[in-house]
């Protein structure tokens, strides 16, 4: 069972988009969906070793609404900026953000979050994977930037992932 | 026909508002000098103007009485997707030397994986 289902979320999750990809009941999705749920994780489980551990998924639903709501409100203050701001007064900023993160997949989901909010963008990470390179479109001070970004994501992901 | 016509009228205002957004993504493409911060107009344009729109299209067949699932997949994928091509822009343009001088040390001891000695495939 084991070896056929290396990842059952991963079917399960691969089963349900699927439905909601075509739409509809039929009998022919249901084998299709399944299929496509057996076979995917197989091809990919090499890159997947561990099962990933979510231990808050509660917690998961209210972070994606904060970062929800944050995009919002970043799309309006970098409007601003690129509309308002003289073009040699945006002073963009590399920041490194050290990392307290262990799991890869909380720190893809970090990574994700902080280019997905509008005016920072996370360019690289270091060799040994122990910090990430963020460039910021409009930060007169850079360490204001790593704070924020630990406080608001970080500290949430660390919650719910560790 | 009054909710309706106020239906479409809410819906109309949403989309415009999602329009000027995506408009402004892409005169910021435009505007901002250098590579680094034009990298940061797309992450705008896909999140709030594709946003407004695929929220419009999900209630305005919501209105018709039709659940439609395939915004919220749109949604995922893209909040997927996005930041991964912004991410192997960025690597690209520190390894060509065009993205902005001056890189922060990484605190770890250890150089930036775009700048680091290549590792032979495990």
Known sequence: MKRLFPHPYLTLTLIVLWFLLVNQWKVGSLVMAIILGTVIPLLTSAWWPDRPRVKRPFSLAAYSLLVMWDVIVANFQVARIVLFTPRDKIQSNWVTVPLDLHSPEAISLLAGTITMTPGTLTADMSACGRALLVHSLHAPDPDAVRDDIKARYESRLKRIFE | ?122
């Open chain 2, 1 to 122: 026909m009054t909710t309706a016509l106020a239906l479409e009228l809410f819906l109309s205002a949403i989309l415009f508002g999602g329009g000027i957004f995506a408009l402004v993504g892409s005169y910021g493409l435009l505007r901002l000098p250098r590579p680094m911060q034009r990298l940061h107009a797309p992450t705008k344009a896909t999140t709030i103007g594709v946003g407004a729109a695929l929220l419009v299209s999900a209630l305005d067949m919501l209105g018709q009485g039709q659940i439609s699932w395939q915004e919220g997949l749109i949604t995922l994928f893209l909040l997927l997707t996005a930041p991964i091509s912004a991410l192997f822009m960025a690597k690209t343009l520190i390894l060509r030397g065009e993205a902005d001088p001056n890189l922060p040390d990484t605190g770890t001891g250890k150089p930036w994986a775009t700048l680091g000695q290549e590792r032979p495939d495990p």
